[in-house]
């Protein structure tokens, strides 16, 4: 488990906890004003429609996801980002299984 302010993480000594059906998150690293996040998804899980008082960037790491971002719905890939301001509601659905970086601001005090 990863701590808050911790300098160096190891992707081979952390594990992922289930964050919805056919859906992982691993907690990277955090300090009070930020949070990466990998989200692993398999193809079909949904990441629900939600919103949260956080700036939120998502960056596919791989495989292709629709996005819904307020009234917008986009299908996005492979080295695609998107922004997503506190507030907005936002959610997908995993149209071929990948990985999803999430960054925050500040951190997630409810992924801890």
Known sequence: ????????????ELEGEKAGEGVVR???SYTDELMVVENHF???AIGALHSHP???ITYVI?????FTIGDEKKIVQTGDTMLKKDGIVHGCVCLEKGVL???FSPMRVDFV
């Open 54 to 56: 956080h700036t939120q």
């Open 42 to 44: 398999e193809e079909g």
């Open 101 to 103: 970086l999430d960054i």
């Open 62 to 66: 791989s495989g292709k996801f629709e």
């Open 1 to 12: 488990m990863v701590t808050k302010d911790q300098k160096w993480v190891f992707a081979k």
């Open 26 to 28: 691993i907690i990277k």
